[in-house]
């Protein structure tokens, strides 16, 4: 519930904006109070009548209105709330946030909030993946703002690609999260996910077949959960998960690097499929094929072991460690040796035998292994192997020193 928190909701002006008469509604019916402000070119898309009406409070929507100054200062509206939630938030608005201007009363509450701002855009996929907007995008993350969507699917102009905006269902779960106190809130953690890429030359790779999917989904589900998360993540086709940071490597020495790097963390999960070698003879330039010689031999080296490093027994040792077994045969008694051998906390132990279809699916059947024993999992949606796996982590690390 969110009784008596003060949502202050912005509305830019989108085709979208119709969906934010949906969100006041059930932000209004989990108890939130909200205030809004709407840009000029929300009010040709949805009437202030429409917004005051369903948020019950008078909507604002002129800086120099002289009864709104007289009544409240756009400084007490974008400071007297818990939350500033954007939705929709056009790329005009975003870039007017990344660059401080201020130049209506949106903008200038946006600038001179000092809380949390949640925003969910919403654009033409063009505008989205525009190099300008995604700058403004990684400013804005980089400033600790926080999004949600934008999604997939059909956009107003008959095109379809990302960028519409979240659904409210999905926006209002992003403001619960914001404001209720997530049990791992105050804990950091760490997120290996997708494959690792080791080049043979410039043009050439050693790769797999992972998708990212179930490593990604667990970083949203810490994060939903409160937890401060870094998702390091291999070459994938996924979008980057809000709400945490990202970093992008290739190797799995450059994916080591990064995860020595967050650290002090209190939880590690080792998601990714970390390529076991390394070429050690990988050519700086393109390898030429001699017709007349035999083909080039690839000499290979071991790669650092990730989760066995961080499983480490030290100071900078997080609280719980998790790594993943993928196996296509004996699959209990395989997982059990590597969390001996790794020396990490739990294995999440899954089938990748080709009759599995785990590789590239949303599903996968995983079987948790701890020191107390094995859990049987039902074959489930990979979000809600995450949820499940985050809401485990949450429990166990909670009374944990
Ligand atoms: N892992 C890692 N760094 C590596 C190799 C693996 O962090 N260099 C992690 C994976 O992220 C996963 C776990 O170790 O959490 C198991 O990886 P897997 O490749 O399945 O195990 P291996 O140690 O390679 O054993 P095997 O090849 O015998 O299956």
Same mark, same amino acid.
């Given at each position: ?34 205030? =809004? ?17 369903? +948020? ?12 709104? #100054?007289? #009544?409240?200062? *756009? ?16 790329? $005009?608005?975003?870039?007017? %946030? ?52 934008? $999604?997939?699917?059909?956009?107003? #102009? ?6 519409? %905006? ?9 403001? #619960? ?77 450059? %994916? ?5 790097? =967050? ?6 999960? =080792? ?11 990988? +050519? ?7 017709? $007349? ?36 045969? $004996?699959?209990?008694? *395989? ?8 020396? =990490? ?57």
């Amino acid at each position: 519930m969110l009784d008596g928190r003060r949502v202050l909701l912005v509305i830019s002006g989108g085709i979208a904006a119709y969906k934010s008469l949906e969100l006041i509604r059930r932000l209004k019916d989990r108890g939130a109070d909200i205030r =809004c402000v709407m840009t000029a070119n929300a009010q040709n898309f949805v009437t202030p009548l429409a917004v005051q009406t369903l +948020s019950g409070n008078k909507v604002f929507a002129d800086t120099f209105s002289l009864t709104d #100054e007289h #009544e409240i200062g *756009h400084i007490t509206l974008a400071r007297d709330c818990d939350l500033v939630v954007v939705a929709p938030a056009t790329a $005009n608005l975003l870039a007017k %946030m990344a660059h401080g201007l201020a130049d209506d009363l949106a903008s200038t509450a946006l600038l001179v909030t000092d809380k949390p701002i949640l925003v969910a855009p919403a654009m033409n996929f063009r505008m989205w993946g525009h190099p300008a907007t995604r700058a403004n995008m990684a400013t804005l993350k980089e400033r600790g703002v926080h999004a949600v969507g934008p $999604n997939a699917g059909m956009l107003a #102009e008959g095109e379809s690609g990302l960028g519409r %905006m979240a659904e409210p269902a999905e926006i209002l779960a992003a403001v #619960e999260g914001l404001l209720s106190s997530g049990p791992l809130r105050g804990l950091k953690a760490l997120v290996t996910s997708g494959p690792t890429f080791e080049p043979i030359d410039p043009v050439r790779f050693i790769g797999n077949r992972s998708s990212g999917k179930q490593g990604h989904a667990i970083a949203s589900a810490l994060a939903r959960l409160g937890a401060e998360v870094t998702l390091i993540t291999g070459p994938v086709k996924l979008p980057d998960p809000p709400d945490m940071k990202v970093v992008h490597v290739e190797t799995a020495r450059e %994916m080591l690097g990064a995860a020595l790097g =967050c650290l002090p963390v209190d939880i590690a999960v =080792c998601a990714a499929a970390v390529a076991d070698w390394t070429v050690s003879n990988a +050519s700086k330039e393109k390898r030429k094929k001699d017709p $007349n010689g035999p083909p080039p031999a690839i000499e290979l080296a071991a790669n650092p072991d990730i989760l066995a490093t961080l499983s480490e027994k030290g100071s900078a040792r997080p609280r719980l460690v998790v790594g993943f077994a993928a196996e296509t045969e $004996n699959l209990l008694t *395989h997982a059990r040796a590597k969390l001996e051998r790794k020396g =990490c906390d739990w294995i999440v132990a899954n089938d990748v035998s080709p009759s599995s279809g785990t590789f590239g699916s949303d599903f996968n059947t995983v079987h948790l292994i701890t020191q107390g024993g094995v859990e049987d999992w039902p074959r489930i949606a990979k979000a809600d192997v995450a949820e499940r796996l985050a809401w485990k982590i949450a429990d166990s690390v909670k009374g944990k020193p």
